[in-house]
């Protein structure tokens, strides 16, 4: 067994199924995603791919227009079996209207022909992100309506069952919310959950991740624009905001929103009117929106990156989640939750954590939160080959730093370097610490897959081989 196969127990990816009637763009679609190494089937229309469903698939494919059932049927019958199978509708330039149908239907996204391969791959990656997402909500909607307490994201440590609590209290409001915290410690999950206990629960649910989308294409993806309004801009297409219509706008890491497009957010705070880039119609939606940083924003706002007026429009409703490290009593039931579902997915025995590798994870800061956790635990299954993880399995890591305000700060001196040299020295340690692995350094870093290898090319890191 190689080294990478014992330090990468990622997640296997989601399996596709595509449908449409043209041959010749079915085995483009199938070429497209087995190259990016998703497992395929392939229909020749929507009838034909309700035979294929099975609890595995992740992805839908669908061609809007095909024979014996088109894709808004086929749609429809998807969405009575299988909830949680997120759909991408794959449409010509004529069908967009009917492709806005499938999405206030609940289709995920949708795509143009001729597709960028580039674009539908990110497309495909970000609904397998949100089946998973969407199966861990179940268990949160329970527990906001006061059932059962979600292993996956809160425990029974006081601080989460504050946090439930206030979770509760907000939903059932209407007014823009704040969501801050660490990386790493579940803000995307918690705004779903909010969404799924609030009287908005049967609208869409939109997002717009601030820190993927190229600065450019920001304001396109949230407000849309007209044909012609940009090079490359073909057709019209609609905004996150058209889409969210009626249901709720996550802005994941607003923070990073570019400074020049705040003014047009703050407009549409205010008023609830926008207009598409290129275009001069004001256009009205209702939506909630819901917004997350782990970032300082006060003090972004004091060193002016920030808007302050903007800051106090999103910051109606705050709502702060603790790091993992402020409640570390719900470290056994996550674990426990995160070791069922891996040992489920890699179908083998139930997996338990010796007492010594418990005290192990007690013992640890967490600094990436639970999705660190979660990356500990996975790693650690890798290894072990029975039934009971000891701590041998588990990533090596020094025991937890208790400084005091007198002690002296640690040996290693950030002072004199610039923002380049600190983040080439964070990105090149973390890659070591992953073993080259560059999607998890970027999980554990905060960033996303895109964002990291951009940064490897322009500061010059130095990758691990081996």
Known sequence: MTLQKLTEPASPPARVLIADDDPHIRTLLQYTMERAGFPVATAGDGLELLGLLD????????????????????????????????????????????????????????????????????????????????????????????????????????????????????A??????????????????????IHAASPRADGPFVTVNCTTLPRELVESELFGHERGAFTGAGERRLGRLELADGGTLFLDEVGEMPLDLQPKLLTFLQERVFQRVGGNQDIKVNVRVLAATNQD???????????????????????????LRERREDIPPLAEYHLERIARRQGRPALRLSPAALAYLLDQDWPGNVRELENALEQAAAYCEGSIIEPAHL????????????????????????????????IEHTLSHCGGNKARTARLLGISEKSIYNKIKRLKVTCPTG
């Not at 492709?99 to 239907?105: D, L, Q, S, T, Y």
């Not at 909607?141 to 006081?158: E, K, Y």
């Open 55 to 170: 609890d595995d698939v992740e992805v839908v494919l669908l061609d809007v227009r095909m024979p014996r059932m088109d894709g808004l049927e086929c749609l429809r019958q998807l969405r009575e079996r299988r909830a949680d199978c997120q759909v991408i509708m794959i449409t010509a330039h004529t069908d967009v209207r009917d492709a806005v149908e499938a999405i206030k239907r609940g289709a995920f996204d949708y795509i143009t022909k001729p597709f960028n391969p580039e674009e539908l791959l990110t497309a495909v990656r970000q609904a397998a992100r949100t089946v998973g997402l969407t199966r861990e909500n179940r268990h949160l909607r329970q527990a906001v309506s006061g059932a059962t307490t979600p292993v996956a994201f809160i425990g029974g440590s006081p601080a989460s069952r504050r946090l439930l609590e206030h979770a509760r209290k907000l």
């Open 297 to 323: 924003l006060p003090l972004k706002v004091r060193e002016r990156r920030f808007r302050e007026d903007l800051f106090f429009r999103l910051n109606v409703l705050p709502l702060h989640v603790p790091p």
């Open 395 to 426: 990533p090596a890591r020094g025991p937890r730093l208790q400084l005091r305000p007198d002690d002296p700060p640690p040996a290693i001196s950030l002072a004199g370097l610039t923002l380049d040299e600190v983040e080439r020295m964070a």
């Open 172 to 193: 059932r409001l209407d007014g823009n919310l704040l969501l801050t915290g660490d990386s790493g410690v579940g803000k995307s999950l918690l705004a779903r959950l």
